[in-house]
């Protein structure tokens, strides 16, 4: 039987700014792509710093064995995203869901997999 990780870095450039400032938007947004690809969420947060230089959003969701993560950097219109999966929960689906919400269309992704064998 083999197991896999798989961990999605997204780099996202020219996000509007009322995606990329709406913590609150991201939060739901990656909470909803962990429910649909069946992770167990255990934790959760999203923080917004307009009154910090730079202004960003930051949003985490933890779950059984992975995570969710977004991290935007508004005075580029860039966002970060990490999708890390592990077992039967597909990383590409939750990413397909995520960037569908705010319309991001301007992305890298970088893939880093694991697969271990067991007897």
């Known amino acids: 039987m083999k197991e896999h990780e798989i961990e999605l870095i997204i780099d996202c450039?020219?996000?509007p700014r009322e995606t990329y400032m709406n913590d609150e938007k991201i939060y739901n947004v990656l909470?909803?792509?962990?429910?649909?690809?069946g992770?167990?969420?255990?934790?959760?947060?999203?923080?917004n710093?307009?009154?910090?230089?730079?202004?960003?959003?930051?949003?985490f969701v933890m779950v059984d064995e992975s995570f969710l993560y977004c991290h935007s950097y508004a005075d580029e219109g860039f966002m970060s995203i990490r999708v890390f999966a592990c077992g039967?929960?597909?990383?590409?689906?939750?990413w397909e869901y995520i960037k569908k919400e705010p319309n991001v269309t301007d992305f890298k992704i970088?893939?880093?997999k694991l697969i271990y064998e067991q007897n």
């Open 13 to 15: 450039k020219n996000v």
């Open 31 to 37: 909470v909803k792509a962990a429910e649909l690809i």
């Open 39 to 47: 992770m167990r969420i255990l934790a959760t947060a999203g923080y």
């Open 49 to 59: 710093s307009l009154d910090t230089s730079p202004p960003r959003a930051i949003c």
């Open 88 to 94: 039967t929960a597909d990383a590409y689906k939750g």
């Open 110 to 112: 970088k893939e880093f």
